[in-house]
């Protein structure tokens, strides 16, 4: 069993910068891979980045690619999320989760753990 805690959300101006993290709780942290989706008003949820359990291996969505790094202490059992460059479309709920499956197939959104959430919000 793994609980996440998502925290950081906030208001920013576009182009400024925002650092989400998640905190996990659980033995079984650093074997999960862990990543981030986002759900905007009105819209679906989509995928953000993950990152595998050594964190050696990331995977993100073009919409943020350049702009946000997704990084993970399994001392810790934290996963961050470094988001700069905000764009007003960036605005969303962003959740953490945790999945053993393969970063390539985390777009299809089948995790086995999801956080509540954080509201991020970016100012035009």
């Known amino acids: 069993q793994v609980q996440l805690v998502e925290s950081g959300g906030g208001l920013v101006q576009a182009g400024g910068s925002l650092s989400l993290s998640c905190a996990a709780s659980?033995?079984?942290?650093?074997?999960?891979?862990m990543g981030w989706f986002r759900q905007a008003p009105g819209k679906e949820r989509e995928f953000v980045a993950a990152?595998?359990?050594?964190?050696?291996?990331?995977y993100y969505a073009d919409s943020v690619k350049g702009r946000f790094t997704i990084s993970r202490d399994n001392a810790k059992t934290t996963v961050y999320l470094q988001m700069n460059s905000l764009k007003p479309e960036d605005t969303a709920v962003y959740y953490c989760?945790?999945?053993?499956?393969?970063?390539?197939?985390?777009?299809?959104?089948?995790?086995?753990?999801w956080g509540k959430g954080t509201l991020v919000t970016v100012s035009s």
């Open positions: 989760a945790a999945d053993r499956s393969i970063l390539q197939i985390w777009p299809r959104g089948n995790m086995d753990y």
């Open positions: 990152a595998r359990w050594s964190g050696g291996t990331t």
């Open positions: 659980g033995r079984t942290f650093s074997t999960y891979n």
